[in-house]
């Protein structure tokens, strides 16, 4: 009966492979359509959601530095989204949500961390603007696409991180896989031979721009230069990470990403503050005292800016000497104009904003002409608000700015935390390693957003669950050990 059994399961398992080939043949003849191929590879993953979920979940970290849009394949469709990764955000999201009504014993303690709560606070006030938008559809897409990345790596990944272990593992699978899409992208570029021009799609279709690709590469440039002065690492551990940090240095020199350059000096100085032990009331101080002098001195400050005529360049001073260009750099430029779009937008709309992902459909009637560039469209087509803090202004309105900045404060908070608090050496690094690649994408953030795609979106709350597990775990743990270890 056994061997009857194991006869028809061999039988069906030939017949619908026999099926599978004739039919992806033809597709592929017919369409010349090569998605079907993904298939298999999809039923397999779908199914070890059930079993290993956790195992898809670092899995999908591996696959997003190789995540392309479907409009890559099929041009002219009117929605998009990132295969394979996307699909699979989805997929862990669902089923997360069928076992928290299940089983009901998610961690408490997270739930009730600050960080927690601000995020809630955050995703209600999107929430209800999804009702007040202009294009409802759209705005209820934007939503959901915020929770299959904080979900997942937020909420679900922290309970991995419990094992300090899968932090190295999460940071490593992401690393990893960004260096095949590195020097792919470098010996693309080394054909052109490495103009700046050329910077700006060479990253394609793997990130949509040089910024994106940039800010990436100074998030983990933070957390490689931790692997490689952390003594507690195994000694052929740092020596990669200090050949890969070496790597990412090149890469991020040749992206031509003055955000990210400007991110990572940001980067710096928290550092340096937090190294040095600077006290809260003296860089409130210096701050004011900043902001004081530029409001004093701003027709002066302007009128120098205006005399800065550099535009962006391949020779690196000159790239550097752009950064302050409003004159005739037509990326700064844009991005200004950009800006003032989305304030316009929220002086309109300033209590609920247009909707969550709708600045890009909107912003065009906003624009003036005198401050539109040669990279402008009259139609507003080309790209977002240029900024995650006037992204929420706008689109949802002054609370969603506040809720949004509020938690960006707090996770600072929680990280500077997780760093003080971190009683080895080697979570003590960790944790300044982390928050400092998190600081390089909070200032990338007054210039460009990205938070809505996987590419930042997913290292970007890894690293925040990852400090946000240090602080209420690991520490507690180290601490009761030295407890222990001192009593014996």
């Known amino acids: ?10 039988i069906a398992f030939y017949t619908i492979a026999f099926f599978f080939v004739v039919f992806n043949s033809w597709i592929i003849i017919k369409e010349e359509n090569l998605l079907f191929n993904l298939f298999p590879l999809a039923l397999i993953v779908f199914l070890a959601m059930f079993f290993a979920l956790d195992k898809v979940l670092l899995f999908s970290v ?52 600050p960080v927690s709560i601000a995020l809630y606070i955050y995703l209600f006030w999107r929430f209800v603007t999804v009702f007040t938008s202009t294009m409802p559809i759209v705005s209820l897409k934007a939503f959901i696409a915020s929770l299959w990345f904080i979900v997942p790596f937020y909420f679900l990944i922290s309970q991995l991180f419990k094992d300090k272990k899968k932090i190295y593992n999460f940071l490593w699978l992401y690393i990893i896989s ?57 000694k052929y551990i740092r020596i990669w990470s200090f050949i ?34 600077i006290k809260l009331k003296y860089i409130i101080t210096a701050v004011v005292i900043i902001f004081g002098l530029f409001f004093t ?19 690196f001073s000159e790239h550097i000497q752009s950064i302050s260009n409003i004159t005739t750099d037509a990326s700064n430029l844009e991005r200004i104009n950009r ?28 624009q003036f002409s005198y401050e539109k560039t040669i990279v402008s469209t009259n139609a507003g087509d080309y790209g977002n608000a240029h900024s995650e803090y006037l992204s929420e202004l706008s689109e949802s309105g002054l609370l969603g700015m506040l809720s949004f900045t509020a938690l960006i404060i707090i996770i600072i908070i929680s990280g500077v935390r ?11 690094t960790l944790s300044m390693s982390l928050l400092i690649g998190l600081i390089t994408y909070i200032a990338h953030a007054f210039l460009n957003n990205f938070l809505d795609t996987d590419k930042v979106a997913v290292p970007f709350w890894g690293f925040v669950a990852a400090l946000v597990v240090i602080e209420l775990y690991i520490n507690s743990e180290e601490e009761k050990q030295n407890i222990e270890t001192e009593k014996q």
């Open 418 to 428: 997780s760093y003080k608090k971190a009683k080895s050496k080697l979570i003590k």
């Open 339 to 366: 800006w003032n779009c989305a304030v316009r937008m929220f002086k309109e709309k300033p209590v609920f904003g247009w909707g969550p992902g709708t600045y890009q459909f909107n912003y065009a009637p906003f």
């Open 297 to 315: 001195f701003q027709e002066q400050i302007f009128m120098s800016l205006s005399g800065n005529r550099q535009d962006s360049s391949t020779d």
């Open 178 to 234: 960004f260096i095949i899409i590195i020097v792919y992208t470098l010996i693309k570029h080394s054909a052109s031979g490495f103009t700046q021009n050329t910077a700006n799609f060479i990253v394609n279709p793997f990130y949509n721009d040089h910024t994106s690709y940039g800010a990436v590469l100074a998030m983990f440039i933070p957390v490689l230069i931790g692997f490689v002065v952390s003594k507690d690492l195994k």
């Open 62 to 113: 591996f696959l997003v530095p190789f995540s392309v849009p479907l409009k890559t394949f099929i041009p002219g469709l009117e929605f998009n989204v990132d295969l394979p990764t996307e699909p699979i955000f989805v997929g862990i999201l669902f089923i997360f949500i069928l076992k928290q009504l299940q089983d009901r014993n998610f961690d408490k303690k997270l739930l009730k961390h």
């Open 244 to 277: 890969i940090l070496l790597l990412f240095i090149i890469a991020i020199i040749f992206s031509y990403t003055r955000a990210a350059w400007v991110s990572l000096i940001v980067g710096l100085g928290v550092y340096i503050i937090l190294k040095l032990k």
């Open 1 to 10: 009966m056994r061997f009857s059994q194991n006869k028809y399961k061999i």
